[in-house]
């Protein structure tokens, strides 16, 4: 059982466009969502977060959107640059409990074309 | 400068042999954990550990073990290997399960069982 989905696995931006990714879930009990960049061969590096209590939280190119009702959040690249071109993972987690740890979404490729 | 670092980066090894990857972190972190990552899909928790002298299994099955003697210390163990192990194997530490800061994650060891 898949709790978190992210369902567009590649993602191809022109340099400068907005590049959006998006992601799903399935439990409620989630408190926390978290996005990670990830190159070949590298370990995932932490990007930008959100609690349940926000619906919007903003880190300088990077936007991240949470629509709790519709169990849906969104992160927002703009301008796009080369250098973002990357694998970006979805995560939630919640404060305590069974649902605490960390889980990943499948991850989106994601290629920002000149 | 990396702050959690896993040896080693690459790994081919024949089938049936006894493997260790290695993991350390400087933070002081109680929190480890060991996710396994295959090409194309999720990151996946294998092992996690509360603190010295306390591990757990993760969500997915795995034929590893880990032991936690020492805080910065987090070694994964492979009595004998075989192909159906071949992956990517990441660890990270992090001051709490649930957190907006999100775990940080070494560079990650690439398995390959012949």
């Known amino acids: 059982d898949q709790q978190v989905k992210q369902n567009s696995p590649s993602l191809s931006v022109q340099e400068g466009r907005i590049s959006i990714l998006n992601c799903d879930y399935t439990?409620?009990?989630?408190?926390?969502f978290l996005w990670y960049k990830k190159y070949p061969a590298e370990g995932p590096t932490f990007l930008i977060s959100i609690s349940s209590i926000k619906d919007k939280n903003e880190d300088g190119r990077f936007t991240v959107f949470l629509n709790k009702s519709a169990k849906h959040l969104s992160l927002h690249i703009v301008p796009s640059q080369p250098g973002d071109s990357a694998v970006y993972f979805c995560a939630a987690s919640a404060l305590s409990g069974t649902a605490s740890k960390l889980t990943f979404g499948t991850g989106t490729r994601l290629q920002v074309t000149l | 400068e990396a702050d959690i670092y896993q040896t080693p980066r690459y790994l081919v090894i024949g089938t049936g042999k006894k493997i260790t990857l290695e993991c350390s972190q400087t933070?002081?972190?109680?929190?480890m954990y060991w996710y396994q990552q295959d090409p194309g899909m999720e990151l996946h928790l294998i092992h996690y550990?509360?603190?010295?002298?306390?591990?757990e299994k993760g969500d997915l099955s795995s034929e590893s073990t880990v032991s936690r003697i020492r805080t910065e210390h987090f070694p994964l163990t492979l009595e004998s290997a075989r192909p159906s192990h071949t992956s990517q194997y990441l660890c990270?530490?992090?001051?709490?399960?649930?957190?907006?800061?999100?775990?940080?994650f070494g560079s990650g060891t690439r398995l390959t069982v012949v």
């Open positions: 439990n409620s009990m989630f408190d926390y």
């Open positions: 933070m002081g972190h109680d929190k």
């Open positions: 990270a530490s992090s001051e709490l399960f649930g957190t907006l800061s999100g775990y940080t």
């Open positions: 550990s509360y603190g010295v002298n306390s591990t």
